[in-house]
């Protein structure tokens, strides 16, 4: 044994620094990326706290909302629109009659907002989700003053995943209004979990610039 050592010290003593190097390596890396997301947290509370924050973007919530109908079950639940933007995933909104195309949600805010994407979610529970009749398109509106408004068409996949869609608009209120529907056997009711928009202040002077 003392021989075998002797004679390939030197390769012992390589794959020894190699192993040391290995490990003082990964504890390297795991110090260098803790330290980073460390910073990065820093880093949004200072944003957050930050003067300029109202010029930055985040979520933006609705003030109110009016939709053309809301389902109350046997148990008085109500399942109104201001259930999809409560940041809690409860009861979200469903609809009431035999044909949802017809339906539509507004969405007032405070204030004049630059939106520029919204995220569109189904019902997360397996069992909700499959007894629901789920959005296909759906329309957007912004009214820019009495008598103009834009109209955007966009579609929803099948699914219970969030769903990304593109705003990019100077706003105060949008209507969300339901085109065509997923036709599920057995109900007549479309629902939505959650409806989140992101955006963020905009100075006076640049609204009607967008």
């Not at 017809?102 to 405070?110: A, L, M, P, Q």
């Not at 979610?121 to 397996?126: A, G, R, S």
């Not at 959005?135 to 009495?146: A, K």
């Not at 408004?149 to 969300?176: A, C, P």
Request: include cysteine; charge should be negative.
């Amino acid at each position: 044994m003392k021989k075998f050592i002797k004679s390939h010290q030197v390769k012992i003593i390589n794959v020894a620094f190699l192993i040391g190097g290995i490990f003082i390596g990964s504890f390297g890396y795991d110090a260098y990326w803790e330290y980073k997301f460390t910073s990065l947290e820093n880093e949004e509370y200072t944003f957050i706290d930050s003067e300029y924050n109202e010029y930055m973007l985040r979520r933006i919530e609705p003030s109110d909302c009016d939709s053309s109908s809301h389902f109350i079950d046997q148990a008085n639940k109500i399942y109104s629109c201001n259930n999809l933007f409560d940041t809690y995933y409860s009861e979200g909104w469903k609809s009431v009659g035999n044909d949802c195309s017809n339906e539509s949600i507004t969405f007032y805010f405070d204030k004049t907002y630059y939106i520029e994407f919204m995220t569109v979610q189904n019902f997360i529970d397996t069992s909700e989700f499959n007894s629901m009749d789920k959005i296909n398109d759906f329309r957007l509106s912004f009214p820019y003053g009495e008598n103009e408004s834009v109209q955007e068409t966009h579609y929803l996949v099948n699914d219970n995943f969030e769903q990304w869609k593109d705003i990019n608009k100077v706003v105060d209120e949008i209507t969300f209004e339901i085109i065509s529907y997923y036709d599920t056997p057995g109900t007549n009711i479309c629902g939505l979990q959650e409806i989140t928009f992101y955006g963020k202040d905009v100075d006076e002077t640049t609204k009607g610039n967008s």
